[in-house]
Every structure is written in structure tokens, then in C-alpha cells.
């Protein structure tokens, strides 16, 4: 094992040692220094584990909505990807995403 993998270890340990509860829960299980994936083809890196157990996550490059944020990811859907090039999405992929966000909520407004 790589000794950045096992700085990483430590720092996470360190970190999760002051969460409580579900989120401690889940962190122990979802590491936040791996990229996570789901059955549906998502690429996430895990931004924050929240106290319902929830965990707040960026979309990758690669994902399905580039550099979306993901603000409550039920964590049980996550799977360890540690594929080692999650990658942040570009400017113009972020913004690609939000149109399409943008677009499926005018569509879905009652007119
Ligand atoms: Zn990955």
C-alpha cells in the first residue's frame, strides 16, 4: 500500500472520529478519499456526510450530470469505485448540466 493511501487512511480516521451517528455510520463505510459509483452510472466524489446519513457528492468528468452537485445521495446506493481518475468536470460541462437541470424543472412546472 502507498504511503498516500495510508496518509489518506489516517486523515480520514482522524476525521470521522468527530462525526456522530448515521454519518459516522456511513463514512466508516464510504471512505471519502476513494470516487464512489451507482447502478445507474453516476461517478461521484463524496463532499460531505450528512447527518441523516445522506452524503452530499460531485458529479465526476465521466458522470452523468458533469460537476453537478448531488446534495443527499441515499449511501446505501453507493459502491467503491477507487478507479484513480475521478476527475472534476470542465466549466462547460458544469454548465451543460445545470441547463439540463434548468429545462427538466421549467418542463415539469404545471402550466
Ligand atoms: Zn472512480
Redesign the pocket.
Given at each position: 500500500m502507498s504511503s498516500e493511501r495510508i496518509d489518506a487512511q489516517l486523515a480520514h480516521a482522524s476525521f470521522i472520529a468527530n462525526l456522530h451517528g448515521a454519518a459516522r455510520d456511513v463514512a466508516e463505510k464510504h471512505v471519502g478519499y476513494?470516487?464512489?459509483?451507482d447502478e445507474r452510472g453516476n461517478?461521484y466524489w463524496i463532499q460531505r456526510y450528512n447527518d441523516d446519513g445522506s452524503v452530499w457528492c460531485i458529479h465526476?468528468r465521466d458522470s452523468i450530470l458533469p460537476g453537478l452537485d448531488a446534495p443527499a445521495v441515499i449511501a446505501s446506493t453507493l459502491i467503491d469505485?477507487?478507479?484513480?481518475?475521478?476527475m472534476p468536470a470542465s466549466k462547460e460541462q458544469a454548465h451543460a448540466s445545470r441547463a439540463i437541470i434548468a429545462r427538466a424543472m421549467r418542463s415539469s412546472m404545471p402550466s
Open positions: 476513494i470516487c464512489h459509483r461517478h465526476a469505485c477507487d478507479c484513480g481518475a475521478w
